[in-house]
């Protein structure tokens, strides 16, 4: 229940239309329940007696209850659609503003199926709840107290059965939700599943298609479909045992109630209206413990997603900012030390005892094998990941003692993975500066050598990008994704083997563009020697740890990966 309450924090400033939905309900509800004991009254005075006179003062006031709640049941609805809707856009804007917050660490937690079901199927799941759970929670306590409350008055030991058929009731109810409650659990993680397929598939639709794999993908998913099915028709299955057997409770309540009234009409000591009166109680008063028992399932299936929904805006957030940021004084990075895994659980590191120095406006460079740990060791330097041991230091300042915000800021990245968003050139390459001119934008892109392909295109900077870049090509991508990175202006620009898809002219290009930049410090991961030969230092890892650290000529002098790695290359570009 932990959960719910969480969840009802975040109802701040919507309560109100709350409880005005749950206010007019009772209302209603309290109109609807008078009724049956004014047809009660209309059956033995207006019919027996022959009194036209309570025909029509009973009639009359029924009409203005029935008026009345149907009044009521209208500003219920307005209230409560309205409660609903802001609430569940609130839960989604409070779930994806707090990922907006995550560390690459908190991202590692969740399969992005995972989040993309909680932020939406989830919060429809709760909203349902809402939707469908005030009304009979607010209604069935209400008409389950003043019909048993209006059944009494009218006939003592006639209601005398409700304490019988009502325990049957709470333990049929007690025996549904006890099967049912986990199961809910395990229908959302088969959404997850589902959604994850589905999400893999457009991903890579061109490969799918390339590798005529079509059939493979669909016999995939229509396991995971099968298992959301079966899942849920076995949940269902058992919540639905509800209906019936409150419907044969309320029936057999009925028929004992016929069987006593009949008995004590023929004795003299009941009436017919008040046989009549109690027997419409008696259906209220069941359908009302029907509702409750609606409300409890609603419930069960809801904490479920509402544990799900909590997790993601509970989630500790890993990295933060310090309370008493600290300003560095250069560019310079150093490297003291440090040790870093991603799961501090893990047996083994992925960066051993990394000890290394660059200066503040250097060019360096990192090679490496595959699985060395390159990508690792530069994510660190903007807080990423934090280490787990040791410490790294931008301008003599630990990067725990600076704000993220403006580490972020002074460091420039182009990852391995470029990502693109839909929309134009000039939108995308304003991530990186938001304010950016068209001047400033077409130098970033002339440095990157994209004003090359830019210019070719008919609308130019105001050419609209697909979903992840897939209308251009793989090298067009990496240099927008350098051109956005340097309109940041950084002090620090970390190249994350992001010319790898160019050729080695435009390579050699960029390189010459961003040699110009004195002040700027740069870090370039590469596997082509080429790409970091010009560089003030190279540093080569293998397997994590730091093999050999030097220039171009005093590397091929003493490191043997770097030696035979660079005559490789100049064999294959000989052939």
């Not at 563009?513 to 560089?535: D, E, W």
């Given at each position: ?17 709350f ?50 709640s ?14 609903i ?51 009979p929670?607010?209604?069935?306590p209400?008409?389950l ?15 005398i059965?409700f ?46 298609k390339?590798?005529?794999?079509d ?36 029936y ?5 109630l ?39 399932l609603?419930?069960?299936?809801s ?22 940021p ?13 040790y870093?895994k ?16 660059i ?78 001119t ?24 105001d ?19 350098i ?21 080695t ?5 960029i ?7 004195k ?6 991961i ?5 790409s ?39 064999k294959?570009?000989?052939?």
């Amino acid at each position: 229940m932990s959960s719910l309450k969480v969840l009802y924090a975040y109802s701040k400033g919507l309560r109100k239309y709350f409880v005005a939905a749950i206010l007019f309900v009772i209302i209603e509800t309290s109109f609807e329940v008078i009724i049956p004991l004014l047809m009660s009254d209309i059956i033995d005075i207006g019919i027996v007696q022959k009194d036209t006179s309570v025909f029509i003062e009973k009639g009359i006031q029924m009409m203005i209850c029935a008026l009345l709640s149907l009044i009521c049941g209208l500003l219920y609805a307005r209230y409560a659609s309205k409660a609903i809707t802001l609430y569940g856009e609130k839960l989604r804007s409070i779930q994806y503003a707090k990922i907006q917050e995550y560390a690459f660490i908190n991202l590692d937690h969740f399969e992005t199926s995972s989040l993309i079901t909680r932020l939406t199927s989830d919060v429809t799941v709760i909203q349902n709840s809402l939707i469908n759970g005030i009304r009979p929670f607010a209604r069935g306590p209400v008409i389950l107290l003043l019909g048993l409350v209006m059944s009494f008055i009218i006939n003592k030991e006639l209601s005398i059965i409700f304490l019988f058929t009502t325990p049957v009731l709470g333990i049929i109810l007690f025996f549904i939700v006890r099967k049912v409650a986990p199961m809910y659990k395990y229908l959302q993680k088969a959404v997850d599943r589902v959604n994850q397929i589905i999400q893999e598939n457009l991903t890579a639709i061109r490969a799918i298609k390339a590798f005529v794999r079509d059939e493979y993908e669909e016999d995939k998913f229509e396991k995971v479909n099968h298992d959301l099915a079966k899942i849920s028709q076995d949940t269902f299955h058992y919540a639905s045992f509800n209906t019936p057997a409150f419907q044969f409770t309320m029936y057999a309540a009925i028929v004992g109630l016929m069987v006593l009234g009949v008995q004590m009409i023929q004795a003299q000591t009941m009436q017919v209206g008040e046989l009549t009166g109690v027997l419409s109680y008696v259906l209220q008063i069941m359908n009302s413990l029907m509702m409750i028992s609606n409300v409890f399932l609603l419930m069960t299936r809801s904490i479920a997603s509402c544990n799900r929904v909590v997790e993601v805006i509970q989630e500790p957030i890993e990295l933060k900012s310090p309370s008493l940021p600290l300003t560095p004084k250069d560019a310079s990075i150093d490297f003291n030390h440090v040790y870093f895994k991603y799961d501090q659980n893990a047996k083994e590191n992925v960066l051993t005892d990394i000890d290394w120095h660059i200066p503040s406006g250097s060019k360096v460079g990192v090679m490496g094998a595959t699985g060395s740990a390159k990508s690792s060791l530069v994510q660190l330097i903007c807080r990423l990941y934090d280490v787990s041991d040791g410490n790294i230091k931008i301008g003599q300042v630990d990067v725990r003692d600076i704000d993220l915000v403006q580490l972020r800021d002074m460091v420039g990245i182009v990852l391995q993975k470029n990502t693109l968003f839909s929309g134009t050139i000039k939108e995308n390459l304003r991530w990186g500066n938001p304010h950016a001119t068209d001047e400033q934008i077409k130098e970033a892109c002339k440095i990157a050598c994209a004003d090359e392909f830019i210019e070719q295109m008919p609308d130019k900077y105001d050419t609209y990008i697909e979903q992840g870049g897939n209308n251009i090509s793989g090298g067009q991508k990496q240099r927008l994704c350098i051109a956005r990175a340097l309109l940041k202006e950084p002090k620090i620009l970390i190249l994350d083997d992001s010319t790898s898809a160019v050729d080695t002219n435009t390579d050699h290009k960029i390189k010459e563009g961003l040699a110009n930049m004195k002040s700027l410090t740069q870090i370039i991961i590469a596997q082509r020697v080429s790409s970091i030969i010009h560089c003030d230092q190279i540093l080569v890892l293998e397997d994590g740890k730091i093999s050999a650290v030097g220039t171009h000529e005093e590397l091929l002098a003493n490191s043997e990966f770097y030696r035979g790695l660079y005559l490789s290359q100049q064999k294959g570009a000989n052939l």
